[in-house]
């Protein structure tokens, strides 16, 4: 199915942007699109300050969105370079659903590991088995409530050994006394539930364990006073919206028609980078609980990787890396990016089945 013509630009210009080096989230994307609807728009300067807004352009990157933007809406040329683009004859074709393609090289070499993670962007879906019964979901499901890490609130309760006097609820209870306080009442903190963000990679090299860890996804959104689950590949998707419907079928079926990197190429450091890119998802992480499941293996340079760990680790509670390899018990992280965000890692834990996941999630608050 085609998209509406009047959305291709606007999806060229995140294309481009990407290519670019900026971290477009598909989000951020899809906000774009609202904000243009808000607005009319009644000009072109409109959809111009809409996508500075949504798409979150640093200002020092402002000339080169300029250039980008009048090359798509209006047509006109931008300098050689600015495409992202080189000479090089040994491309990979990577489909966008704008139904454009998109260069990007191929590597053949493989990593340490002897698992290939692909660098271009290959866009697909598939259908999302809901599976049966399973006694680590069934596990998760019942002790997630109690066994989910929890953090002191500002609201506080009655107690019988608590750290401030309750005068509010002394003098409450005067008048039934005749105005006598006869017992020194003491109130606590609430806790409250720490939200849980979940970074799940669907690459092709994780493609045998995306579908258990999707309905672990789902049982953990279901179970978890405040969870949070993105996928990884070569973008960033936020699927919490379609893991909130309590039925495991329709909602991996949405999921599936979300996710359209699935299977496709690995570019964890870039996509977490367009996770902190949008103001609402950083939020999300501050305090929380984020754990990233994938093998890390990430095609190029480490750089992207190891600055938004870095990050990351400095605003989540704790930050935990779950990977398949770490099931061999003689295993090292031998690849140079994942070896690199060792220092930021609270856990380099197993992630190869979803009882490893579960057991790990229910066990976070002890381990703290």
Partial sequence: MSLPRPLQPVLSLAQALR?????????QVTDFISAIGLLGPRSLDDI??????????????????????????????????????????????????????????????????????????RLGQRPLDPGEGDAALADLARHAPRALPRRLSRRRKAARRGDRIDLRRMLRDA??????????????RRTRQRRIV????????????????????HVLVQAADHAEVFTLGTRLTRITPALAVPNRERALGRVSELVADI????????????????????????????????????RGGPEAMQAAVARLSRMAWRLDWLTPLAADPGFAPRTRALGSVLPWLD?????ASVRAVADHLLNMARAA
């Avoid at 931008?78 to 090289?105: C, F, H, L, N, Q």
């Avoid at 999300?284 to 990430?298: F, K």
């Fill in 48 to 121: 111009y300050r809409a996508g500075r807004a949504t798409l979150a352009i640093p200002h020092e990157r402002k000339p080169e969105y300029e250039a980008l933007f009048r090359a798509i809406f209006l047509g006109q040329n931008i300098a050689a370079g600015m495409t992202g683009e080189d000479d090089d004859e040994d491309e990979v074709t990577a489909y966008e659903p704008t139904g454009r393609t998109e260069s990007a090289e191929a590597d053949e070499q493989e990593d340490e590991a002897g698992a290939r993670a692909a660098l271009a962007e």
């Fill in 263 to 298: 299977d496709g190429g690995t570019r964890i450091g870039d996509a977490l980078l367009a996770y902190l890119a949008v103001p609402r998802f950083a939020g999300q992480a501050r305090g929380a609980a984020v754990v990233v499941i994938s093998d890390g293996l990430e």
């Fill in 175 to 188: 008048p039934r006394n005749d105005g006598e306080a006869l017992r020194l009442l003491v109130s606590r």
């Fill in 19 to 27: 290519r670019q080096g900026l971290h477009v989230a598909t989000d």
């Fill in 198 to 217: 979940l970074l799940i990679d669907v690459s092709g090299s994780m493609k045998e364990r995306t579908e258990p860890l999707m309905r672990l996804a």
């Fill in 347 to 351: 856990t380099l834990g197993d992630g």
